[in-house]
């Protein structure tokens, strides 16, 4: 392979700049701003605060990080769809907003016409749990106990997602298993060490942590394509037999419609470097909530959310899925 002296590698980033639209090539040339729908302090939260700063140093501008709660997820997804397509205001938010919801009803925005996805950054971990006096300690004697119990099992949820993966598991295994809605994972957690719940999907966070310890959760299997590095002692449900092969939950940074090219590489490679940061990468190992998922380019991402619009509409046609009321 020929190697290019100075001035020829000089015509050729001189070339490539020709290419980027205006405005792009000196991106970013004010403070960045990040939406999103969690609350402050939360995990979203937590995470994004400890990233942004290393984008902020590589691209030479501040990247603001803004708590923008409300509308289910709504506000601040409708505020970046309104921005103009600069790169200048980005929106980091989840699944349950960019692809349940708008399969499950009408939404005030497209996930596909409105926005530009620029980079993936984790899963939410999906764990089975039963209770410590759970006779089931493999998912196949859960199953069995269902198959057995005439009423069903039940699970306690509290987010669309966790009621679409047991949707999953239902109609994969053929059996009946009902939804007892709470406002939150800590109760469920709670109820659930005391046998008042039959099982729930949850992520592993302290509470559930301090439970397993005291013997009074187990956990049956992690829905992940592989054993997770951190945690090589919980079975995944592919292995055990039930094909739900990771959580419905991502999180993301998209952009609004029309944001050039340029733009959004330039935002990929420094969001995939602030999240690959040893420090933001030990956080989400030792949360056990999540789980980092890179990819190599926007349009990755892209197709991702693209296939997750189409799954969920097929699994919502095959298993009946209704919302609650």
Avoid: C
Avoid at 113 to 132: E, N, Q, S
Avoid at 192 to 216: E, H, V
């Amino acid at each position: 392979m020929a190697i290019m002296n100075g001035m020829q590698a000089g015509l050729l980033l001189a070339g490539l700049a020709l290419t980027l639209p205006a405005g792009a090539q000196n991106f970013p040339v004010k403070p960045i701003s990040i939406l999103h729908a969690s609350t402050s302090g939360s995990g979203p939260d937590t995470f994004l605060r400890m990233a942004n700063a290393r984008m902020g140093e590589t691209l030479g501008q501040p990247v603001n990080v803004e708590a923008r709660p409300g509308g289910g997820g709504t506000v601040s997804a409708v505020a970046v769809k309104q921005a103009a397509p600069d790169g200048y205001t980005l929106l980091f938010n989840h699944s349950g907003n960019m692809v349940m919801d708008p399969v499950l009803g009408a939404m005030p925005f497209d996930p596909v016409k409105d926005f530009r996805a620029i980079a993936l950054g984790y899963y939410t971990l999906a764990i089975l749990f039963v209770p410590g006096s759970s006779p089931a300690k493999t998912v196949a004697e859960f199953v069995a106990l269902a198959r057995s119990n005439p009423q069903g099992l039940f699970f306690g949820t509290a987010s669309t997602s966790s009621d679409l993966i047991v949707a999953m598991i239902a109609h994969a295994t053929g059996t009946k298993l009902l939804s007892v809605p709470y406002k939150g994972q800590p109760q469920i957690l709670t109820d659930l060490a005391s046998a008042r719940l039959d099982f729930a999907i949850s992520t592993l966070q302290p509470t559930s942590r301090a439970l397993i310890d005291a013997g009074k959760l187990r956990v049956l299997a992690v829905a992940w394509p592989k054993r997770l590095e951190s945690f090589p002692n919980y079975p995944t449900m592919i292995e055990q037999g039930v094909p739900v092969p990771r959580s419905l939950t991502w999180f993301g940074l998209f952009a609004p419609a029309g944001t050039p090219d340029g733009v959004v590489r330039t935002l990929h490679r420094e969001f995939n470097a602030a999240f690959s940061r040893p420090e933001v990468r030990d956080m989400l190992a030792k949360d056990g909530s999540a789980a980092l998922t890179l990819t190599d380019t926007p349009e990755e991402f892209g197709r991702i959310v693209r296939n997750d619009l189409a799954a969920i509409d097929k699994l919502i046609k095959d298993t009946g899925f209704k919302l609650k009321p």
